[in-house]
C-alpha cells in the first residue's frame, strides 16, 4: 500500500506539473504575442516619427524600470483575476523591449543603402521591406528574446492573481514546506528562460547570417 501511495503521488505530481507548465506556456505566449503585434508598429513609427520618437521611446524606457508584480497589482483593480488580466499585464512587459529595439534598427539602417534603393525605382514601401525590414531584424529579434524572457521569469507571479502557471508549484511548495515541489516549480521556470534564451540566440544567428 505504502509503494501504491507514493507512485499515486508520484504521478499526481507529475501531472500536475505538466499541466502548470502548458498553462504557463500559455500565458507567455499569448502575452509576448501580444506585445509584439502592439510593440512592432509602435517602434516602426517612433523610428519614423521625428518629434514623437522621444515621448514613445521615453514612454517604453519607463515601462521598462516598472516591477512585475507591481504592473501586476495595478491591473488588479481593474480586470480583476484569471488569465486574461495577467495576459494585459504580461503584454505592458513585453512591449517596452520590443519597442525600443525596434526603433534602434531601424533607426541604425545607413540612409545610404535606402537612397541606392529609392535611385533603384524602389517606393519608400519597397524599400522599408527589401532593404530596412531585414537590416533592422536581428535587432528586432533580440527585443522579442529579451521580452520573451521577461514574460517567461514574470509569469511565476500571475499566480497571484489566479492564472496559474508555475507559480503555483512554488506558491505550493512554499505553504506546504514540500521543498521537492517547490525546486520543481523553481527550476522548471529556470528552465524555461534558459531554454527562450538559447532558441532567441539560435535564431539570432541564423537570422544575422542571411542579412
Known amino acids: 500500500m505504502g509503494f501504491a501511495s507514493r507512485g499515486q503521488k508520484s504521478r499526481s505530481v507529475d501531472t500536475g506539473l505538466l499541466q502548470d507548465v502548458r498553462a504557463h506556456l500559455e500565458l507567455a505566449g499569448a502575452s509576448l504575442a501580444a506585445g509584439a503585434l502592439i510593440a512592432i508598429p509602435l517602434g516602426v513609427a517612433a523610428a519614423h516619427a521625428g518629434a514623437a520618437r522621444g515621448a514613445i521611446v521615453g514612454i517604453a524606457a519607463v515601462g521598462r524600470t516598472l516591477p512585475s508584480l507591481a504592473v ?87 499566480t497571484f492573481v489566479g492564472a496559474g502557471g508555475l507559480g503555483v508549484e512554488i506558491v505550493r511548495g512554499l505553504q506546504t514546506g514540500d521543498d521537492r515541489v517547490l525546486y520543481q516549480g523553481a527550476v522548471t521556470v529556470a528552465l524555461l528562460a534558459l531554454a527562450v534564451e538559447l532558441l532567441g540566440g539560435l535564431i539570432a544567428r541564423r537570422i544575422g547570417a542571411t542579412t
Open 72 to 158: 501586476l497589482t495595478f491591473v488588479l483593480p481593474f480586470l480583476g483575476v484569471g488569465f486574461w488580466p495577467a495576459t494585459v499585464a504580461l503584454t505592458l512587459l513585453a512591449i517596452p523591449p520590443i519597442v525600443i529595439n525596434t526603433d534602434l534598427g531601424l533607426r541604425g539602417v545607413d540612409p545610404a543603402a535606402l537612397d541606392a534603393a529609392r535611385g533603384m525605382g524602389m517606393t519608400r514601401g519597397q524599400a522599408f521591406g527589401r532593404i530596412a525590414w531585414p537590416l533592422a531584424l536581428p535587432l528586432v529579434v533580440t527585443g522579442l528574446r529579451t521580452a520573451a524572457i521577461e514574460v517567461v521569469a514574470s509569469a511565476t507571479l500571475a
